[in-house]
């Protein structure tokens, strides 16, 4: 039961008809010879897991055009209960684009690019399929990891990012060396309407000679995707790189409302990764409302994972900043120092100045890509303070002290506010770039 779109352009046109929400997306490239004599071909699997025939269409999308004013569209394929079909051939020759496949009840596609070297051999590459699953929302940061370019081997790096939204979009490109330091400077993308921007030779084209290890961050103002196609010499075949699983991050929500949560308590939980510090978005600020009133303590949960330290090393890497309004009025400053140092420092303390807060210190040798489970309680009712951290549920810091005030109190206005890593980059306050804040909860108890 093969059936094959062939030629899509010369199908009868059909007016376009608002986008389903099963249709999916598989970047489609240009299936002509290349240079080394290779040439590669996009194919489709589509299968039926439902107890009913179920059909799907397939419309191909030029790149850099708008995607809802399609013309041609394949006739409706079925695929019977149980049944799997191949469709091959869906590229165009000398084009790149989207295949957009609307796909019935039940049914799950998958994507091949195989690839023909001169001598024969054949490989066969992953193809993303892109849908709502994967997708990454306006705003939120995908990062595609070790891209390389060696054209004397002829590792050339092909570049592509699809607005998945119905409107223009702006999206901005960074590229950046293993060491952070920026390969170019950040370029801004016009692009259409659901729409594909596909770079043959990306570097190349950015005159940029032999790199390694470059990691890509993209944002857009719309839903989008992205991804690199590693053409690698000289057994000529594609590698898809998809984004970092990490960075599947919506756009960072707003703080929740306050809620109850036993005894009269005020909560705010930020269940999940709340942050993730990177070059282009150190540091993350949240502010919080809690109603007005006498508090007798404050209690914070929070992970964070620690990936490196950015240069210099032994310099103040935030973890917490948690402070009432402003920077006098402190409940906690946490941050972690590197080799050179390697020590965790808690400073905290209410109307004094920098240099008259406490400072609580214990060595500690953070172990990169750890995750450190951070948990604070700040009680001046009891007199005491007590900061523990915990690798793996073993307990590796034990910090304890005694607050300066002996009620917490929350005025009209007052704000708690949390900061997340540091602003800064190379300074005394460097950004924890890299590392990954994760499931904060906060409770203030009367």
Known sequence: ????????????????????????????????????????????????????????????????TDGTRRGATSSPTSVLPGASINVTNVAQSGKVGLVAIELGTGLAADARLL????????????????????????????ELLNLVRDPEQARLLHFGVVNLGRQAAECKVDFFQANSSRLVNTITLAMQPLSLLHFNDAFGILQVGRVSAIRAEVSCNQPFYTYGAQFLGPNSHYLFITPAQATGIATTPPPPPTATC?????????????????????????????PVGV????????????????????????MLYLVRDKNKDMFANVFLQGPGTNQIVLRHGFNLTHPQKPKLTQKLAAASGTTYALDYLYD??????????????????????????????????NKVVIG???????????????????????????
């Open 1 to 64: 039961m093969l059936r094959r779109i062939a030629q899509i352009a010369a199908i009868a046109l059909l007016a376009a008809a608002p986008l389903a929400a099963a249709e999916v997306y598989v970047p489609a490239l240009n299936p002509a010879v290349a240079n080394d004599s290779s040439r590669s071909a996009t194919e489709l699997w589509i299968s039926n897991n439902g107890t009913a025939t179920a059909s799907f269409t397939a419309t191909y999308l030029e790149a850099d």
């Open 115 to 142: 690839t023909t070297a001169q001598n024969g051999a054949v490989t066969t590459s992953a193809v993303p399929v892109i849908s709502d699953a994967n997708k990454f929302a306006a705003g939120a940061k995908a």
């Open 262 to 290: 036993g005894n009269g308590a005020v909560c705010y939980d930020f269940p999940g990764i709340v942050h993730t510090s990177t070059l282009s978005n150190p540091d993350r600020g949240i502010t919080l409302s809690p």
């Open 295 to 318: 508090y007798s303590r404050l209690k914070l949960h929070l992970e964070v994972q620690v990936n490196g330290f950015y240069p210099p090393a032994d310099m103040a890497h935030g």
């Open 380 to 413: 001046p009712a009891a007199g005491s303070l007590l900061l523990t951290l915990k690798d793996g549920g073993v307990e590796v810091v034990h910090m304890a002290g005694v607050p300066n005030v002996s009620r917490i109190q929350i005025a009209s206005g």
């Open 420 to 446: 997340l890593s540091n602003p800064g980059v190379v300074s005394n306050e460097p950004a924890s770039i890299g590392w990954v804040f994760k499931n904060l909860h906060v409770e203030l108890i009367p």
